[in-house]
């Protein structure tokens, strides 16, 4: 149900988007402007994408470096030995 929302008001946007006013240089601008802002809309959810990564990662050798650690049991009964 949300997708179908978020794809009908996409959906609307695009046409009002498209539409002309009557006034070309409005018409350019509002174009030119939201060229620009999906633009930076993408480059954000990019740098989003990136810190998601970055968080990922860091648990991930976290867990990974814990798991590889010797253990308090395991160095007193010399198994780490």
């Known amino acids: 149900m949300r997708s179908w929302k978020s794809h009908s008001r996409t959906r609307g946007r695009h046409r ?3 539409r002309s006013t009557g006034n ?3 018409d ?3 174009a030119e ?3 620009r802002l999906e633009k930076e809309q993408a480059g954000f959810e ?3 994408e990136n810190l998601r990564r970055a968080k990922d990662k860091s648990e991930f050798d976290e867990f990974m470096a814990k ?3 010797p253990t ?3 160095l ?4 780490g030995l």
Not at 76 to 79: A, D, K, R, Y
Request: charge should be positive; proline fraction near 0%.
């Open 33 to 35: 402007t939201l060229r």
């Open 16 to 18: 009002s988007r498209n």
């Open 46 to 48: 990019e740098h989003l």
């Open 67 to 69: 798991r590889s650690a």
């Open 28 to 30: 350019e601008y509002r």
């Open 24 to 26: 070309s240089a409005f």
């Open 76 to 79: 007193v009964s010399g198994e």
């Open 72 to 74: 308090t049991s395991t």
